[in-house]
């Protein structure tokens, strides 16, 4: 992986000295510059900033995940934990979460609920603690999927974190972080276009826009193959225990296609395409200034168990 290389240590000493600026209302997950301060009743988060790059963490663990694919709640916990400490620069999770959301402010969790590869609730849960360790009532917390455009927390939500696993997606290459927002239109059909080319754009609908406070990507038992509608990754699954975190979807999830696309190469010893090319992440980065998508604009902090990191 091209770009700056963070380790904790050297993150915590650039954080220390870092501008703070409130995370409320930027549609540029990567400008260094202070964004307006949020309205009253909207939160009280602030966001460090230290690089005009995207700043992705990736965390693994080599006990998150044991036999039969069981996920470990607790070592799940503690990536997440050490993942956005680092991001956020604290030694404290729950300064950390401060950070993102405040008792003012009502949350919406945008999960997955794919039933061969959701989301899961080792992780859903270690997110509603943290939310609620950092002053959030557990009724202004709301989970879902499917259904948030219903949703009466997500219609007033002043912040979204957005969590799912990485996916195979046939259609549109890889699904993530990005495409985890479809469930925001009401006729997501009128998004597939090109292979989803302009799935970005969803992010600048009023549901979503400047609300984006976290993003998640579990890569805990990612697919390398398959992806079609009906399940057929889950022979793929290998398990990877990781999570890849970031305030940038574009830049996860463009770390985590570099993941599985070097998963790929080591499975079948050749550079297989996908049989879309994901390119709408390109478009998302270049044409809608959502994130970043190349290499050499994510600084990428890798935290954790090293064997077949393949990044």
Request: charged fraction near 25%.
């Amino acid at each position: 992986m091209a770009g700056i290389k963070w380790t904790r240590r050297d993150f915590l000493k650039a954080a220390a000295v870092a501008p703070v600026a409130s995370a409320v209302g930027c549609s540029c997950l990567t400008c260094p510059k202070a964004v307006p301060a949020p309205p009253p009743g909207a939160g009280t988060a602030r966001i460090t900033q230290v690089s005009r790059n995207s700043r992705v963490v990736l965390v693994r663990d080599a006990a998150a995940v044991g036999e039969g694919r069981k996920i470990d709640a607790m070592i799940v916990r503690k990536m997440l934990d050490e993942a956005v400490n680092t991001l956020f620069g604290e030694n404290d999770p729950v300064a950390a979460w401060k950070q993102i959301v405040g008792p003012d402010d009502i949350v919406g969790v945008k999960t997955s609920e794919w039933p061969s590869l959701p989301t899961g609730p080792e992780l859903e849960g270690a997110i509603r603690e943290r939310l609620i360790d950092a002053g959030v009532p557990a009724g202004k917390i709301s989970i879902a999927d499917r259904g948030v455009l219903g949703d009466p927390v997500f219609q007033a939500a002043t912040v979204l974190i957005n969590v799912r696993p990485a996916r195979i997606d046939d259609r549109a290459g890889i699904g993530g972080c990005l495409e985890n927002y479809i469930a925001f239109v009401p006729d997501p059909a009128a998004w597939s276009a090109d292979a989803w080319a302009g799935l970005a754009g969803i992010w600048s609908l009023p549901e979503v826009k400047g609300r984006t406070r976290l993003n998640i990507l579990s890569m805990l038992t990612p697919p390398y193959d398959g992806g079609g509608p009906d399940g057929s990754s889950e022979p793929s699954l290998w398990p990877y225990k990781g999570l890849i975190i970031s305030r940038d979807p574009v830049a996860a999830d463009a770390i985590g296609l570099s993941i599985i696309q070097a998963k790929r190469r080591e499975v079948f010893g050749e550079d297989r395409p996908l049989k879309a090319s994901a390119h709408y992440l390109e478009l998302a980065d270049t044409k809608h200034g959502l994130g970043k998508s190349k290499p050499e604009d994510i600084d990428l902090i890798r935290l954790g168990w090293t064997e077949g990191i393949l990044i």
